[in-house]
């Protein structure tokens, strides 16, 4: 079996999902910003995968980025404080 076809259909369907949670966000009229972590962790992200040839280094940034998205989703769930 060709191996390009798993990867198609895992990117359609992630692209998939996306579509369906930005219609959902945008539909509650509960817009959301994007924080400066949260734009961290996905640079990070990012850059993990620009980097996949040194395995060592891109695993790692993907490491820290979905780290630093944790931190941020445990930051918004706890509310605004004051």
Same mark, same amino acid.
């Given at each position: +079996?060709? +191996?390009?076809?798993? !990867?198609?259909?895992?990117?359609? $369907?992630?692209?998939?999902?996306?579509? +369906?949670?930005? !219609?959902?966000? *945008?539909?509650?009229? /509960?817009?959301? /910003?994007?924080?400066?972590?949260?734009?961290?962790?996905?640079?990070?992200?990012?850059? $993990?995968?620009? *980097?996949?040839?040194?395995?060592?280094? $891109? !695993? $790692?940034?993907?490491?820290?980025?979905?780290?630093?998205?944790?931190?941020?989703?445990?930051?918004?769930? /706890?509310?605004?404080?004051?």
């Amino acid at each position: +079996m060709n +191996m390009t076809l798993p !990867y198609i259909v895992i990117s359609v $369907g992630s692209l998939l999902i996306l579509g +369906m949670l930005a !219609y959902a966000t *945008l539909k509650s009229g /509960r817009p959301t /910003r994007v924080t400066p972590l949260s734009g961290l962790a996905f640079a990070c992200v990012f850059a $993990g995968i620009l *980097l996949g040839e040194e395995r060592l280094i $891109g !695993y $790692g940034l993907i490491a820290v980025g979905v780290v630093l998205a944790l931190v941020d989703i445990w930051h918004k769930s /706890r509310g605004p404080v004051g």
